[in-house]
């Protein structure tokens, strides 16, 4: 049997993190309406490109780590923030979407050079 190339394995893990965060916010009864208009936020973070590519890097990357979230969930449950779990559930199903679709984090050389390979 042929082994999974890392690059197909990283955009399944993307889709499982994309299906699950999307069942827990359904399952938490989140609005999809709020789900729509948040989903595509930390794209936002594309902005940081305006002043050069490292800074749009570390900036865009800061935005596309799983780290940030998780961080926003902990923080939502133990504090009894449970209003910013459901916007940390969405920031997790857009990273997850966009590893789904190949788009990985960058590096300092330029938007389109990523983890995944050349955009």
């Known amino acids: ?10 955009r399944l893990e993307g889709a ?4 699950l965060a999307c069942l827990l916010y359904h399952d938490l009864a989140g609005s999809w309406l ?7 936020v930390p794209d936002l973070s594309m902005l ?3 002043a050069n590519p490292r800074v749009g890097a570390r900036i865009y ?4 780590t799983y780290l940030s979230p ?11 923030g449970a209003p910013l779990f459901n916007p940390s559930l969405i920031w997790v ?3 997850g979407f966009d590893r789904l679709l190949g ?17």
Do not use: W
Request: proline share 2%; charged share 15%; glycine share 8%.
């Open 1 to 10: 049997m042929k082994a999974l190339s890392p690059n197909l394995l990283r």
């Open 16 to 19: 499982c993190a994309f299906l």
């Open 34 to 40: 709020t789900f729509v208009l948040l989903f595509f």
């Open 48 to 50: 940081g490109y305006l």
């Open 61 to 64: 990357n800061a935005g596309h």
């Open 70 to 80: 998780l961080a926003l969930a902990v923080v939502a449950y133990f504090s009894l």
């Open 93 to 95: 199903a857009h990273i």
């Open 103 to 119: 788009y990985g984090l960058k590096y300092e050389t330029g938007f389109k050079d990523t983890d995944l390979g050349k955009l």
